[in-house]
């Protein structure tokens, strides 16, 4: 996935009423989909696979976790 390639589902897909775009994107395996998904930050809500998406959570309570107490600015 590159940014060409987001661009492309920004230009052929329709927002929702909240202004996001439900796209389907291959990966080669979780881990693999994690990381890819990781670039794309805030902008990037996972619903499936079920396995992709609890790792997701994971991930993102693991750092989380690591970053709190950090500060700010």
């Not at 920004?10 to 080669?28: N, Q, V």
């Not at 805030?42 to 693991?62: C, H, K, N, S, Y």
């Amino acid at each position: 996935m590159c940014s060409s390639d987001l661009a492309g589902a920004r230009e052929s897909a329709r927002p929702d009423r909240a202004g996001w775009i439900r796209c389907t994107l291959p990966i080669e395996s979780i881990d693999q989909g994690i990381r890819e998904l990781m670039r794309l930050c805030d902008e990037v809500e996972v619903l499936g696979p079920r396995e992709l998406r609890a790792e997701w959570i994971a991930t993102l309570r693991a750092m989380t976790r690591r970053h709190r107490g950090a500060v700010e600015g």
